[in-house]
T-cell receptor, first 114, second 112 residues
Framework: DVKVTQSSRYLVKRTGEKVFLECVQD?????MFWYRQDPGLGLRLIYF???????EKGDIPEGYSVSREKKERFSLILESASTNQTSMYLC?????????????FGEGSRLTVL | GEDVEQSLFLSVREGDSSVINCTYT??????LYWYKQEPGAGLQLLTY?????DMKQDQRLTVLLNKKDKHLSLRIADTQTGDSAIYFC????????????FGKGTMLLVSP
């Protein structure tokens, strides 16, 4: 089975702190994604990556950056956390663009910014 | 732009059928998906349908696609309390990087 692992299930940070959310997948998938999930807003795409060292902005990239130094790992970085970044963050991966596009999700990281 | 709409809440009794509806706007959609999210967990793919199909059945799940009206539905037969979850409809457009666009999710509550 494909496994997408998010290193932290729950985090509490203070405004202005730098936050790293880590995600690792074990199935050699080309594509990796970061979404945030908020009540009433569903899932919104922050950034995605289709190859090592490649990244593309999603629908809401402001306030975030990403890093993909290795194929299996995709990190989401909040340079200076703000209270409006309190959310559930979901990492996902997919095989490649030629496949069905099925996404495999991690369990999520719930971030609270005080 | 792409948009996926679905009703936010559905309540049914155990043993009844549930029907969750979804509409989308992108006519170039190639695949359409139904994902399930249980409390405190990530999303899990339930089923998907290719855009040249009208129907797909998988055990208790039936997906109907009306491409003309851009309408997708998920029917769950003999709904169980374990089916209580949030169900997300998603589409994959054949453009750019073909990322998925998700609806806001339908919370299904199954009462005994």
């Amino acid at each position: 089975d494909v496994k997408v692992t998010q290193s932290s299930r729950y985090l509490v940070k203070r405004t202005g702190e730098k936050v790293f959310l880590e995600c690792v997948q074990d199935m050699d998938h080309e594509n990796m994604f970061w979404y945030r999930q908020d009540p009433g807003l569903g899932l919104r795409l922050i950034y995605f990556s289709y190859d090592v060292k490649m990244k593309e902005k999603g629908d809401i990239p402001e306030g975030y950056s990403v890093s993909r130094e290795k194929k299996e790992r995709f990190s989401l970085i909040l340079e200076s956390a703000s209270t409006n970044q309190t959310s559930m963050y979901l990492c996902a991966s997919s095989l490649d663009l030629a496949s069905t596009g099925e996404l495999f999700f991690g369990e999520g990281s719930r971030l609270t910014v005080l | 732009g792409e948009d996926v709409e679905q009703s936010l809440f559905l309540s049914v009794r155990e043993g009844d059928s549930s029907v969750i509806n979804c509409t989308y706007t992108d006519s170039s959609s190639t695949y359409l998906y139904w994902y399930k999210q249980e409390p405190g967990a990530g999303l899990q793919l339930l089923t998907y349908i290719f855009s040249n199909m009208d129907m797909k059945q998988d055990q208790r799940l039936t997906v109907l696609l009306n491409k003309k009206d851009k309408h997708l539905s998920l029917r769950i037969a003999d709904t169980q309390t374990g089916d209580s979850a949030i169900y997300f409809c998603a589409e994959r457009a054949e453009s750019g990087y073909s990322t998925l666009t998700f609806g806001k999710g339908t919370m299904l509550l199954v009462s005994p």
